[in-house]
């Protein structure tokens, strides 16, 4: 008699390209996909994820549907779940991505241990292009820096070709949750209006933005990448993060005949997400501890003033506005803005890259564990492959160089946008005749910038230096 297979959906939402899936189908059994909400763990998906996450699991249930298969929901612990499900189904294993979250991986074991001994766990690579144990540098030892690592991901030659989507499926039952039960999406405010209007979540939309992107915009990637006023960089993250697009197949589709230096800066890119998830696999700590242990005395302020004004995008510097007008408006930022914005935080207001890190977590669309903290820790100075702590990245230059026309910022900040392209990034050194022409007052209509730039600069390289020194003491 054929088996049962279950195939536990996480952060691989889709069914081209999913090796679980298709494991799970090769016995040509009946098959139960299943999603489990477990709100226990640590890191629970944040705001804006759970918006992403309705609509992705909706598409999802509709991909399926067309299958003829349900999906099922159950909200808990999967280790008490999956072992229940198991036994009802007479299941012959379960099938699920490999994810490479510490609370994932203690669930994983939680499941395996609980499993009645007739079923098995089975782990296949869905969500990354490499296996990160296999990835080491020649005397043996974990890669700490992207470029050696990059150059390892490349000599392996291209990634196995994408599986395609099933086209049939014979389907076990079970108990299902309705989704709208789960509440995933907010109700009072409904704040998602900005998300509505950017973003389509689920796997037909991630095919679609793939095709623009490479038909469009990838041709020009190294330079339109850098400018946040552009349509210049392909939008998949969240349908990366939540693997409704499996990373293979956006490399394939980012590979022609006729490829340029831009497509393969554009797959260097994906190498950089795999080196986030390379570098949480072997350091499970980094979302909460600085790789650099020295850096765990730095003398970070607690300023929750300081702290509101950046989160809203009312620090008085238009460019780090912007930018987290834009975060919160449509769940996502640009990734020049990130750097900048994320640099403003811990370096000019000297607060910790753990706040910056759960905002965004809260707040992005692709709030990835690996990628926000790796991102956060490569900003901050504090992880391995990190920019050195010297570096702080001067948000008025920034803003002229690449946002020169002013697009993004009067996008974001409109309350500026009738000052002069010389002005619009460092409006306080406006004269008052040219700020009362475009309608401003610094401190009414556009704040004055929460700190000095100069000021603020030195203080951080003080604070650095200082926990630097102490350690060499
Ligand atoms: C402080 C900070 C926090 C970040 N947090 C996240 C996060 O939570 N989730 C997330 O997916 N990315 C994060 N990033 C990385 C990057 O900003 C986004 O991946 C990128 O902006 C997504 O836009 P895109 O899809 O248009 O990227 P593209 O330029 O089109 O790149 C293609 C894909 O490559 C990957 N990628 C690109 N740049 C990076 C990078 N620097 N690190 C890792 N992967 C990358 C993404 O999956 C992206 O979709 C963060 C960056 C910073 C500076």
Sequence with gaps: MPETNIVWFRQDLRLADNPALTAALANKGRILPVYILDDGQAWPVGGAGRWWLHHSLAALAA????????????????????????????????????????????????????????????????????????????????????????????????????????????????????????????????????????????????????????????????TGRNLPGEDGTSMLSPHLHWGEISPRTVWHASRTETDTPDHHTYRRELIWRDFSAYLLWHHPSLPETPLRPAFAKLAFRTHPDDLACWQHGRTGVPIVDAGMRQLWRTGWMHNRVRMIAASFLVKHLLISWKAGEAWFWDTLVDADLASNAASWQWIAGTG??????????????????????????????????????????????????????????????????????????????????????????
């Design 63 to 222: 991909g399926l549907a067309r299958l003829r298969a349900p999906l099922i929901l159950r909200r808990g612990d999967p280790a008490r779940i999956l072992p229940a499900l198991a036994a009802e189904l007479g299941a012959a294993a379960i099938h699920a991505g490999i994810a490479h979250e510490p609370a994932w991986r203690r669930a994983d074991a939680a499941v395996a241990a609980a499993l009645p001994q007739a079923t098995a766990l089975r782990l296949h690579r869905t969500a990354t292009l490499i296996d990160p144990d296999k990835i080491r540098s020649q005397t043996n030892t974990v890669y700490g820096m992207y470029t050696p690592f990059a150059r390892a991901v490349e000599a392996l030659g291209k990634p196995d070709d994408p599986l395609p989507a099933p086209d049939t499926i014979s389907s076990a039952k079970s108990d299902s949750d309705r989704l709208e039960d789960w509440r995933l999406l907010p109700t009072h405010p409904d704040w998602a209006g900005g998300l509505r209007d950017l973003w389509v979540p689920g796997e037909p939309a991630a095919l679609e933005r793939l095709k623009h992107f490479v038909t469009q915009a990838v041709t020009r990637y190294s």
């Design 384 to 473: 391995i492959d990190s920019q050195p702590f010297f570096r702080v990245f001067n948000p008025v230059t920034q803003g002229q160089k690449f946002d020169g026309d002013g697009a993004y910022v009067r996008r974001f900040v409109p309350e500026l946008a009738a000052l002069p392209d010389r002005y619009l990034h460092a409006p306080w050194t406006a004269p008052q005749q040219e700020l009362a022409r475009a309608g401003i007052t610094l401190g009414k209509t556009y704040p004055k910038p929460v700190i000095d730039l100069v000021a603020g600069r030195n203080r951080a390289l003080d604070a650095y230096r200082r926990t630097v020194k102490d350690q060499a003491t």
